[in-house]
């Protein structure tokens, strides 16, 4: 006899959310995939790779130095891939690899890192890949096996870029490398103001997306180090001058349609994707915890949007 989808589930099952809103996760870590990609999120908006990079103890330099590049890379196409098999051809944004010197400092290979007297304006996101070819090849290596595996979900997101240069100069070195540019999602983080005051130079550039990194946006426009205790009540994500530069940055995307998301932890307050979606922005990440939460937000604020629009004609 056949059975009633009431028999099965126990009951009517929930009607999954739908939302005009791209609602995406973060993702740190291949062990947190299956629960992130049980959220019923539209992809990852962030894949922060250097968690699995720390993770194995040795510096990228290391890797090179001894000759075992094949493990470095296989270690990081494996990791990858085992978070896009929980996402079923959805995109995939994985960020290049943004971890400062002093994190590599106490392991395998770190002696040669450099000693900053302040590692987070430093050598680190793109900066680092861009002086280290051989660092920035490994990573791309991963990369193109994905591609060649069939893996087309899978975009790059470049973090602490700051001019339109860093983003042509990366896509160049990818070229460099084998890869079909032109025909792959590449994107960079907002997280610099000047990649917010200068983002039609960027789209020009042939961005494909950008994303909000408002945990560092936040810190290099109001000058408060995102770390630190004594001024941690003026980190403010609704600082009328951070609003400012990312408002500016989500319409002129919009203009030259380009995708914008947002994947700082300010995507995961309802209050701010809220005023996001009412300022155009089309994608949002958030922690894997608040993804229903985020998707119940976007859904409210479109039906009001679209009520508003409506009643106003
Ligand atoms: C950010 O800066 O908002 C971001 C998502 O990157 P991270 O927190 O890893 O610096
Ligand atoms: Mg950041």
Redesign the pocket.
């Known amino acids: 006899e056949a059975q009633t989808p009431q028999a099965v589930t126990g009951g009517f099952a929930p009607a999954p959310i739908i939302t005009a809103t791209s609602i995406k996760v973060n993702v740190s870590l291949p062990e947190a995939a299956k629960r992130a990609a049980a959220t019923g999120a539209d992809g990852v908006g962030?894949l922060?790779i250097e968690h699995l990079i720390l993770g194995l103890g040795k510096t990228p330099g290391w890797f090179i130095r001894n000759k075992k590049e094949d493990e470095f890379i296989n270690e990081l196409y494996t990791g990858i891939k085992t978070v896009m098999d929980e996402f079923n051809g959805k995109p995939v944004w994985v960020r290049t690899l943004?971890a400062p010197t002093d994190e590599f400092r106490n392991m395998k290979g770190g002696e040669d890192e450099p000693d900053e007297h302040n590692p987070m304006l430093g050598w680190r996101g793109i900066r680092r890949d861009l002086q280290s070819r051989d660092q920035f090849r490994l990573q791309v290596e991963a990369f193109k096996k994905l591609w060649d595996a069939g893996y087309d979900n899978l975009g790059i997101m470049f973090?602490l870029v700051g001019h339109p240069d860093e983003f042509i100069a990366a896509k160049e070195m990818m070229r460099e490398f084998g890869v079909d540019v032109d025909n792959r999602t590449l994107g960079i983080?907002i997280?610099i103001p000047s990649s917010a005051i200068l983002v039609e130079d960027f789209i020009k550039a042939g961005i494909n997306f950008a994303s909000f990194?408002?945990?560092?946006?936040i810190q290099y426009t109001l000058a408060i180090d995102r770390n630190n205790q004594n001024v941690a009540e003026m980190y403010n994500p609704k600082h009328p001058a951070v609003l400012k530069l990312i408002k500016y940055a989500i319409e002129r995307c919009r203009m030259g349609g380009v995708e914008c998301s947002i994947?700082?932890?300010a995507g995961s307050d309802p209050e701010m994707v809220k005023w996001l979606i009412e300022t155009g922005i089309t994608s949002v990440s958030a922690n894997i915890d608040a993804v229903p939460k985020i998707r119940e937000t976007a859904a409210k604020t479109e039906l009001k949007m679209i009520l508003d629009a409506a009643r106003r004609n």
């Open positions: 962030l922060r943004d973090p983080m997280e990194g408002t945990n560092d946006l994947c700082g932890q």
